[in-house]
């Protein structure tokens, strides 16, 4: 009898210890809220609600997008910031931003073919009008700082991958012989050639951007011009590969619908389809058959414009991708709706006006649960680094995620590096993406993710002034929390 009273007494043992280990399985919470980063914690998950609605409900079988690359852009400035540090403390930078075991971990770089808002000033690889055949094209300026900058980051990831765009074509090549779209203050550009944009713009709407659009194309259309800019690229390439620096990827313009102080170049629908379709493509195609061509960078809501693009029935044997940011990235979910067979990336993570602050940083980790939730494989950001105030050349303060004081020689990490280190430090390249909830009146993104090791990762904001509970169904267990107010939360177990 005491025998069997036994076997009972260690069966219900068992099942209550199984119980037990079900309900107590932890997963690891990392927070961050203003003045108080990356604090620690566990969290046990649950087998029920605790008296609210999910939040978010994720399933077997549930995928968005396979998660392909974290990256950022290498310019000028941001090399002229990293260099006022002292090299030990600019090393230990270079080792959080690319190292596979760094904080962000950079595995994809992007950088301008010719001078961008963030180089020192205007430059081109070729500056000798009508040198159609590139006898002078070179990257001697970029060998100063782009290269060194790229050099340094590969010595701590040897495997990154590089794309590229332009700001502006050589001033030869443009109908107002000069890097931007409009005179300002801040260039040199006569206010008379402002013709060229003012007197070729269509009629104002409302609620797009740009609000008036401009109906000329500023690069020559000439098959001179045309036949010689492809060829441009593809020695840029070249160039680049000399280095052992890959590039994998090319865009034809950099914002074609921000009409500029400082580089920059409008095009037209028909004008990007006859580049793209008839020079650009085929030249890369014999040139850098590995390379892909993206239609990109698109900053555009005017969904119109796009379309009149991506129907030419020549583009799906042109581009490979899409590639968006800023106003572009409110049209991802209708473009992939109606051309799901593209690959989607975000080019250019949005850069405010260099308040350097918590708001900035939400914004930042809304934009990276948006891109990521509505399927895009990679996320690039804008400056890793810039020195004080971020200004470019041309009069625009900017955010980075490291901010140098230079009269101090000191690095400050900013509330955006920690915003983007919640996601960077645990969706690595293969991660599968499950299923998201967007920002929303709540205030709360929530991102759920599975890793390649098989781990489940949940990344959620909260953006309201007071506590939120967050409740999130992970198929059979129970994510119940407490999110502090203003604050950024990562959530990590292994699935049993």
Known sequence: MKRQWRKIWFSCMGLALLEVSVQAQTCDWVSSCEGKTWTQNKVKLQTKAEGTAADLSVDKGDSV???????????????????????????????????????????LGRFPMNANDFSRNWYSCDEVPGDFELKHFNIDRDKTSLVPYIKSAQRYNPNMTFWISPWSPPNWMKINQDYPVRSDKYNTMHPAKDYYLQGN???????????????????????????AYANFFCKFVSAYKELNIPIK??????????????????????????????????????????????????????????????????????????????????????????????NYVQTESECGWGSFDWKAAEHTFHLMNHYLGNGCEEYTFWNPILADEGVSPW?????????????????????????????????????????FKPTGEDKKPVLVVQTPEGKTVVVAGNFQDNPQQLTVKLGEKWLNVTLQAHSFNTFEFQVK
Request: proline share 7%; with cysteine; aromatic share 14%.
């Open 249 to 342: 990827m090319v865009m034809f313009q950099n914002e074609s619908w921000s009409y500029t102080p400082y580089p920059g170049c409008a095009w037209t629908p028909e004008g990007i389809i006859r580049f793209n379709v008839e020079y650009l493509a085929p030249a890369l195609k014999k040139a850098h058959p590995d390379v892909k061509l993206y239609f990109g960078t698109i900053n555009t809501n005017r969904y119109e414009v796009i379309e009149k693009v991506l129907d030419d029935p020549r583009m799906p044997e042109t581009i490979q991708g899409i590639g968006l940011q800023w106003e572009g990235g409110q049209l991802l979910t209708r473009l992939r709706a109606k051309y799901p067979n593209y």
């Open 65 to 107: 997008v396979v998660f392909k690359a974290w990256g950022t852009c290498f310019n000028e400035l941001g090399w002229d910031a990293l260099n006022v540090l002292p090299s030990n403390e600019k090393e230990e930078i270079l080792r959080k931003l690319f190292s596979p075991e760094g904080d962000l971990r950079f595995t």
């Open 201 to 227: 713009k269509g009629p104002k709407t409302e609620g797009v951007f740009p609000a008036e659009l401009a109906e000329t194309d500023f690069f020559i259309q000439d098959p001179r011009y045309l036949s």
């Open 395 to 435: 009069g625009w303060k900017q955010n980075a995620l490291i901010r140098v004081d230079s009269k101090q020689a000191k690095a400050i990490f900013t509330p955006e590096y920690y915003a983007v280190k919640h996601y960077t430090r645990f969706l690595m390249p293969g991660t599968k993406v499950l299923a």
